[in-house]
């Protein structure tokens, strides 16, 4: 019964005599199984539900052989792997009820002592589901959602800002692509530091390589800072810093956590009107999702198309700007190009090409791929020491 306690401390409507009643019909019916590593897939569920015989939202996952790994590799990513399921045992657990009859279900309800308590532990499941689903919209609901609520934030380059008519847009994933030392890390700390001082928005930084740099974030504080800014230097500075919050994260099981952690904060958050997280950054996802896609199967580019999924979904449900980084690799002729493959190049909203001049301190910026821009667009900016 312990995926309910996720529940129960929420609504004490889903007590213990709910919980017994709903494993009698095979629902909520305790902790998952114990994986078997020794077989070849292990599946896991992201969150989805049944309704009238149709699934929303479906993603399998597939765990890759055993193989793979060595034996302290295993135990490592098998406890992730139990992690990672339990996190979504709570929604699982809600499907099972949706794909009960539940005229039958609330029949059964009535024939216990505590008929009006069950039915309404019944109706309060429902009500939590129904607030997960995305409501339909039409056009004019969608304009209006975007003119509202789906700005732009600036990055403080001036060239990218202008290139994409005011910067990056809240609500979308925006893909970083470039060669090393193409000034991908670089833009991602000026937006970092832009963000935090001009919009005074809570920055999560996800760092993947060590990249993240404090003293370069400060650096770009102080850059063209007002008088004002220079009388309460240390003041301004620990209130900009403090709203910058950084995780290493070097596997994308450990990202799966942080993001699943970040989900729940941002709906608590909202109820509190708490300093509001207004950009996401992983740098870089493909140093996380490359090793999983070795092989030749389709396990990684599963992970790989579920984590697009979650990074998108944060971006919609809390407009948030997801800004991702993206290195490249040998391509036909010898043009690089993308890494992770045609799986991946569906998944951000905009793509931007980055290079730079190398023995200069200019970097050119080009539109790969954009909702409301022609392709090949570009730009030039200069980021200083």
């Known amino acids: 019964m312990a995926p309910l306690k996720y529940l129960e401390q929420e609504y004490p409507i889903l007590d213990s005599n709910f919980q017994n009643f709903c494993a009698t019909h095979g629902i909520f019916?305790?902790?998952?199984?114990?994986?078997n590593f020794s077989r070849i897939y292990s599946p896991i569920l992201t969150p989805s539900f049944t309704f009238l015989g149709v699934r929303f939202a479906p993603i399998l996952l597939l765990f890759w052989r055993c193989s793979l790994f060595d034996c302290s590799e295993l135990k490592d990513t098998r406890r992730k792997h139990m992690k990672f399921r339990a996190l979504h045992k709570k929604t699982e657990d809600q499907e099972d009820l949706l794909l009960h009859d539940l005229?039958?279900?609330?029949?059964?309800?009535e024939q216990q002592s505590t008929s009006e308590r069950l039915k309404q532990g019944i109706?309060?499941?429902?009500?939590?589901?129904?607030?997960?689903?995305?409501?339909?919209?039409?056009?004019?609901?969608?304009?209006?959602?975007?003119?509202?609520?789906k700005h732009v934030l600036s990055t403080g380059c001036e060239g990218i800002d202008l290139l994409l008519e005011g910067g990056l847009r809240m609500g979308q994933l925006t893909e970083l692509v470039g060669a090393s030392s193409s000034g991908k890390t670089q833009v991602c700390l000026l937006a970092t530091s832009n963000v935090a001082k001009?919009?005074?928005?809570?920055?999560?930084?996800?760092?993947?390589?060590?990249?993240?740099?404090?003293?370069?974030?400060?650096?770009?504080?102080?850059?063209?800072?007002?008088?004002?800014?220079?009388?309460?230097?240390?003041?301004?500075?620990?209130?900009?810093?403090?709203?910058?919050?950084?995780?290493?994260?070097?596997?994308?099981?450990?990202?799966?956590?942080?993001?699943?952690?970040?989900?729940?904060?941002?709906?608590?958050?909202?109820?509190?009107?708490?300093?509001?997280?207004?950009?996401?950054?992983?740098?870089?996802?493909?140093?996380?999702?490359?090793?999983?896609?070795?092989?030749?199967?389709?396990?990684?580019?599963?992970?790989?198309a579920?984590?697009?999924?979650?990074?998108?979904?944060?971006?919609?449900?809390?407009?948030?700007?997801?800004?991702?980084?993206?290195?490249?690799?040998?391509?036909?002729g010898g043009i690089s190009k993308p890494a992770l493959g045609e799986s991946w190049k569906s998944i951000?909203?905009?793509?931007?090409?980055?290079?730079?001049?190398?023995?200069?301190?200019?970097?050119?910026?080009?539109?790969?791929?954009?909702?409301?821009?022609?392709?090949?667009?570009?730009?030039?900016?200069?980021?200083?020491?």
Not at 29 to 35: H, Q
Not at 289 to 303: E, N, Y
Not at 325 to 331: A, D, F, L
């Open 29 to 35: 019916s305790g902790p998952f199984p114990p994986s």
């Open 103 to 109: 005229h039958v279900l609330v029949a059964f309800a």
């Open 198 to 304: 001009k919009h005074m928005g809570g920055v999560v930084y996800l760092d993947t390589g060590n990249s993240f740099s404090p003293q370069r974030v400060i650096d770009f504080i102080r850059q063209n800072s007002d008088p004002a800014i220079d009388q309460a230097k240390h003041r301004i500075l620990q209130k900009v810093m403090n709203r910058i919050l950084c995780h290493s994260v070097f596997d994308i099981f450990t990202m799966f956590d942080v993001l699943h952690q970040l989900e729940v904060n941002l709906r608590s958050q909202m109820q509190k009107g708490d300093c509001q997280v207004r950009l996401l950054i992983v740098d870089s996802i493909s140093s996380l999702v490359t090793p999983i896609l070795g092989g030749g199967g389709s396990q990684g580019h599963a992970l790989m």
């Open 306 to 332: 579920s984590a697009g999924f979650l990074l998108k979904k944060l971006a919609h449900e809390h407009n948030l700007v997801v800004l991702v980084t993206n290195h490249t690799v040998g391509g036909e």
């Open 348 to 385: 951000p909203h905009v793509r931007l090409r980055l290079s730079h001049d190398q023995g200069s301190s200019i970097y050119n910026v080009s539109v790969f791929k954009h909702p409301s821009m022609v392709s090949g667009k570009a730009a030039r900016f200069t980021i200083y020491d």
């Open 123 to 149: 109706t309060q499941v429902l009500s939590i589901i129904d607030g997960q689903h995305q409501p339909w919209l039409n056009g004019m609901e969608l304009l209006e959602d975007a003119q509202l609520n």
